[in-house]
């Protein structure tokens, strides 16, 4: 079974108390485009990520988080300095410190970087459709000159979910995908 494929690039997600400490207190981030899981969007606002040896600015994905959270890739990693690991979303722990610079004001990280894992969003339908369920581990297949097959892909189930697989830019780019391909599940 087919489903299509997004790539994500390196972005910021804030806690309200970072938005009111890097924009200013009581900020409420502006939606600049929609995203395609339900209720996400790209903001207008950016924010600088500082390493130990370099520095990028970032757009903030909205709504805002209980915490904040940086995904880049494993380039992105490498030129600000930092060891950071793959890992899902939301899990932080150990991860390294960094630096947040916004318009008003900066803010200390002791954790919180990660290359975000692979992984597929689905709704519970589409999860039946397909035969998994949350936190199934599977394998999805690229079509094309450069077609390959990515192992140790996350399923995440839920309700709010829209079916799309994400990979970040550099996995992407390897397997000579853009957004919207179809890409084909496999157990």
Do not use: W
Request: charged share 25%; aromatic share 4%.
């Amino acid at each position: 079974m087919k489903l299509p494929i997004a790539l994500s690039n390196k972005h910021v997600h804030l806690s309200q108390a970072d938005v009111d400490a890097l924009f200013g207190e009581g900020y409420k981030l502006t939606p600049f485009k929609p995203l395609s899981q339900p209720g996400q969007y790209a903001c207008e606002e950016k924010v600088t990520v500082v390493g130990p040896k370099g520095q990028q600015t970032m757009r903030v994905l909205g709504p805002v988080r209980p915490e904040s959270q940086v995904e880049v890739s494993l380039a992105d990693a490498r030129g600000l300095g930092l060891a950071v690991p793959v890992r899902q979303s939301g899990d932080v722990e150990g991860t390294p410190a960094f630096k947040l610079v916004g318009p008003k004001g900066e803010v200390e990280c002791e954790k919180g970087i990660i290359v975000a894992a692979r992984h597929i969003h689905m709704s519970l339908e589409d999860a039946e459709k397909f035969g998994v369920k949350d936190k199934d581990v599977v394998s999805v297949k690229t079509e094309g000159l450069r077609g390959l097959t990515f192992h140790n892909v996350l399923v995440r189930a839920n309700a709010n979910f829209a079916l799309e697989m994400h990979v970040d830019i550099e996995e992407g780019n390897a397997a000579g995908v853009k957004n919207g391909d179809l890409v084909e599940l496999i157990k």
